[in-house]
């Protein structure tokens, strides 16, 4: 009788106490509570609906209500677009903006109660415009993205901050500048009039030396610690390491324009000959011409994938972008071609992630490189050369009516 008591005494103290007798309760299995709901919000600001731009991403967050009001605590969900034309979601709801238009995304429980949600996706505009004091020509990166380096007007060189998109120098070079490339060590600014290339250090920001390279110096690319030139007058293109030790070789015609394969290995140079126009692929180490095809035109800019078995060539007059591909053995053929804007002159590729072109003229067009077919076209934006941060986030293009750096987001 005195346990009965005192376990009778205990309950009355917790319950005048506010406290509830514990109790063993089994966990809820999620797939087996009723739901009633799916909720599902996109962006930043959780809204029902939100908009991105072509090639912008968003986050969906998706929360299953139960039929009491309470989350459901369900965690895998099933994720579907309207129109993959416009939007696609992958399996971790990540929706990314394809063309404009608008979309429905579908969220759904693994016993089929769904919610959804609305994005609209819009053209792509000009996210930062960087004055750079003159009419902007080449432009290139640092290594590491941090520093965006132009030569503008006749003799300057501008440096800018590629992280926060603005001007932080401008050095007078006092000759005629036409290319621009840089190792990790180095800046090298070609000047075709002169005969020789200027060499910047890309610690101090200031001018150390010329280089005497005869036959009027003009397309420069760098990979790691060697820049390649291509010598116009000269039928030459030369090799110079940050050492400034220099290695030539003659090459057929006149080389303009030149570009490197993302592993360093191949050299893609237009040369201009007795009956028209070219495009060669050396070897970047020993500097040996693997290969050659005719353009059919005037070529403007290129560029070259990371394995260097495509190049991207751009035929300003015709206003088309001419894609160029190169076997294992070096054999060049041409493959298909696009039309761009009017008069797209500069072209860039990103290799990461979406594989994608930015091609320059009256507007600025991004061009999908795995399906090759034309995208959004950007009013306003470009004009002039291209060039992609390496981290594949950012286009830079210059604008020379508006004596300006236009980036666009990728």
């Not at 075709?192 to 910047?200: A, G, L, N, Q, R």
Request: proline share 5%; charged share 15%; hydrophobic share 45%.
């Amino acid at each position: 009788m005195r346990r009965v008591e005192m376990g009778r005494l205990k309950l009355l103290v917790a319950v005048l106490l506010g406290i509830a007798p514990i109790a063993c309760l089994s966990p809820m299995d999620p797939d087996k509570i009723p739901l009633a709901s799916v909720r599902v919000a996109v962006g930043e600001n959780g809204l029902n609906t939100d908009t991105i731009q072509v090639r912008g991403t968003m986050r969906v967050q998706a929360r299953a209500v139960a039929r009491e009001g309470f989350d459901a605590g369900v965690t895998q969900f099933r994720y579907a677009s309207s129109n993959t034309a416009v939007a696609t979601i992958d399996s971790l709801g990540t929706v990314r903006g394809v063309a404009p238009g608008t979309v429905t995304i579908t969220v759904t429980t693994p016993s089929g109660v769904s919610g959804t949600a609305t994005v609209v996706v819009v053209p792509t505009t000009i996210a930062y415009t960087i004055p750079v004091g003159g009419v902007p020509g080449a432009i290139a990166f640092s290594p590491d993205y941090t520093r965006s380096y132009v030569t503008v007007g006749r003799d300057s060189l501008v440096i800018l901050d590629a992280l926060a998109f603005l001007r932080l120098a401008s050095l007078d070079l006092g000759l005629a500048t036409a290319g621009v490339a840089s190792t990790g060590q180095n800046i090298y600014v070609t000047h075709p009039d002169d005969d020789s290339v200027s060499i910047v250090s890309a610690a101090t920001k200031q001018l150390t030396g010329r280089l005497a390279i005869p036959g009027s110096p003009r397309g420069i690319v760098a990979r790691g610690s060697r820049a390649w030139v291509t010598a116009t007058d000269g039928q030459q293109v030369i090799a110079i390491d940050d050492d400034g030790s220099t290695s030539a070789v003659d090459v057929e015609g006149k080389p303009r324009d030149i570009s490197v394969s993302g592993d360093g290995r191949r050299l893609f140079v237009t040369t201009q000959v007795a009956q028209g126009w070219k495009l060669l692929v050396l070897d970047a180490e020993t500097l040996e011409t693997a290969g050659s095809v005719t353009l059919p035109g005037a070529p403007g800019d290129l560029a070259a994938n990371d394995d260097g078995s495509t190049a991207y060539v751009t035929l300003p007059q015709a206003s088309r972008l001419q894609v160029v591909n190169a076997d294992a053995n070096a054999t060049l053929t041409l493959g298909a071609s696009l039309t761009g804007p009017a008069n797209a002159g500069g072209v860039a590729l990103r290799s990461l992630g979406v594989p994608s072109l930015v091609l320059s003229g009256s507007g600025a067009m991004v061009i999908d490189a795995q399906q090759f077919i034309a995208g959004d076209l950007i009013a306003g934006a470009g004009g002039g050369r291209v060039a992609i941060r390496p981290d594949g986030l950012f286009a830079f293009l210059a604008s020379p009516s508006l004596r300006s750096i236009q980036v666009i987001g990728l």
